[in-house]
């Protein structure tokens, strides 16, 4: 079973930046659609970006859509969720997941990371 190792969280000012990582313990980034999702206290766990395995596309969620940046590093075998213009409402456990199929998806998939937390200040 593949674990995902994440990185990156930590405490923000609004209007600032973070980058965070998910590597799959096994290296195999590169053949799954990774997605990110993010839980705040007291809510659902909710979509935030995806991007395929077959041609690298994306999908976003509207509410971060412009300001955050999902990649994939073939080299290192991580992918990235890179966050701009924070706002205190980002403010949550961030996921990395491991999606089914081919093309970005809002749909998680079975096997997730332990998440790393995002606090952003206002």
């Known amino acids: 079973q593949v674990q995902l190792i994440e990185s990156g969280g930590g405490l923000v000012q609004a209007g600032g930046s973070l980058r965070l990582s998910c590597a799959p313990s096994d290296g195999t980034a590169s053949r799954y659609t990774m997605g990110w999702f993010r839980q705040a206290p007291g809510k659902e766990r909710e979509f935030v970006a995806s991007i395929s395995r077959s041609d690298g596309s994306t999908y976003y969620a509207d509410s971060v859509k412009g300001r955050f940046t999902i990649s994939r590093d073939y080299a290192k075998k991580t992918v990235y969720l890179q966050m701009n213009s924070l706002k205190p409402e980002d403010t949550a456990h961030y996921y990395c997941?491991?999606?089914?199929?081919?093309?970005?998806?809002?749909?998680?998939?079975?096997?997730w990371g332990q998440g790393t937390q995002v606090t952003v200040s206002s």
């Open positions: 997941n491991v999606q089914r199929g081919p093309i970005a998806t809002i749909t998680p998939g079975d096997f």
